[in-house]
Structure formats: C-alpha cells, structure tokens
DNA sequence: ATTCTTTATCGTAATATTGCAATATTAATA
DNA sequence: TATTAATATTGCAATATTACGATAAAGAAT
C-alpha cells in the first residue's frame, strides 16, 4: 500500500490530478508565474529567481514538464521553457465548469 | 530535509499550491465531481460512491477540508458535506488569469 | 439500555516527494 | 582541446502521502 489507485478512477479524473498535482507546490506556482510574467519563453535564468538549489529547481521543473504543463526545447547550452497553453486550457476549463455548475445548483443547504 | 520550504513563497503562491495539491489526487477529484454532480450537499453516501476503503475516504474528505475545498456540517448521525465556493472561485481565477495572460503575450517561441 | 449506522482516529506499512551535494552531460567559447 | 556555462542525473536523508485494519465516538433506532 501506499501507491495512488489511479486504475480505479477515470482518465479525466486522473489527468485533472496529474495537472492539479504539478501545481501543488509553491515553487512550481512560482515558475508558471514566471514563465508568465517575462514576455515569451525564457532561456535560463529560471534557477537564480528561485531560492532553491539548482538540482531542485531542475527536478521541479522536470515535474512540471511531466504533467505536460510546460514544454523546454534546446536552444544553444540553454533551454528554452514555456507554457504548454493545451493543458492550462484542461485545467482552467475544468475549474470553470465546477464554478458554473456551483452557481446553476446552489442550494445553499450547508 | 523533504519539507516544502513555504517560507520562501508568497502567501499567494503557497495558498494556490494548497488548493492544487488538494485536487492533486484523483479520488478528491472524484469526490468534488461527486459533490456537483449531486444537487445540494450530499449527507453520507460518499465512501459508497468510491472504490476506497472507508478510513481513505475519510482522510480524503479531511484534506480537502484542511485545504478549504469543502466544508461539512453535522446532520443528525451524518454528516454533510459541500463545495466551498470560494475555494473554487480563488483557483478558478488563478487558472483564468494564466489562461488570459498566455494568450496576451503570445509570442510562440517554443 | 443495547444495537446499528455513520464518520473519525490511531497505528502502521508501502510508497512518493522534497531538497541538496556531488557528479555527469552537453554545447559554446576561448 | 581545455575551459566555462547551463542543465540533468545520481544518491541519499528527511518528511509527507496513500491506504487500510482495528477501534473509537456519537447520534439514531429498536
């Protein structure tokens, strides 16, 4: 024990947990908004805005290039990362659909 | 070491990655579909509606709590549980406002 | 009062995550 | 080709999560 039981839930279910579970991190909240806030996909610098090691910060990143959240192409020495616009749609719409579902059938009993 | 370093993150960044790490499990996805799914707040019924044993349930049910996701009040021997919509609308517009901003500086160069 | 039902907690095992030092890799540059 | 710079991987310790059997707690029903 001790493993998530993936197999017993839906595909949706688990990609919207895959996608949720990446962001389930400060630090990598932190380099979507950076990846946000600098205009076009940055090429290193994603270590020294962090105050993590530089091991961490790679292993984070792997994890949210994992989830499919960003994408990273080779560009010289340097890599290149940006958003992955595909799966910030999955999950925004995911939420959205809760929020509007919520207000149809707000019943107020709680 | 193997402790998130919160303290190192804005307040911001460490509420969005709380709110995502509770739905970073597909059985709490389950639960919060369940919920909407539902009209009204469901008493009970939840642990028969998932493939887990009752303790998980139960733990599953406290962490989304804990992150604010839901809240539950007691009915009689039951208790009842719903979507704290607050909770709902700070991450809906987390990921909305990501969404808004890519599409803003659309530069594609990945 | 006893039993039933529902939910929570405890204890524990299995597994995953977090963080970093050390090291490897890879490409640019001198 | 050595050196530098940027990123990844390895290995490991500390901590957290996941899951569940056993048990507790508390109100409902008999």
Same mark, same amino acid.
């Given at each position: 024990?001790?493993? *998530? ?5 839906? %595909? ?13 991190? =400060? ?11 600098? %205009?076009?996909?940055?090429?290193? %610098?994603?270590?020294?805005?962090? =105050?993590?090691?530089? =091991? *961490? ?6 994890? /949210?290039?994992?989830? $499919?959240?960003?994408?990273? *192409? ?11 616009? $595909? ?14 579902? /919520? ?8």
């Amino acid at each position: 024990m001790g493993a *998530t039981k993936t197999e017993y839930f839906t %595909d949706k279910q688990n990609e919207i947990a895959l996608l949720a579970k990446a962001l389930g991190h =400060p630090a990598r909240v932190a380099i979507i908004e950076y990846l946000i806030k600098v %205009d076009s996909c940055i090429c290193g %610098d994603i270590v020294n805005e962090l =105050p993590l090691a530089q =091991p *961490t910060v790679s292993q984070h990143l792997k994890e /949210l290039k994992n989830a $499919g959240f960003i994408k990273g *192409t080779i560009e010289g020495n340097a890599i290149c990362y940006c958003i992955d616009e $595909g799966a910030v749609e999955k999950i925004k719409s995911f939420f959205a659909k809760i929020s509007s579902e /919520l207000e149809k059938k707000r019943t107020d009993c709680c």
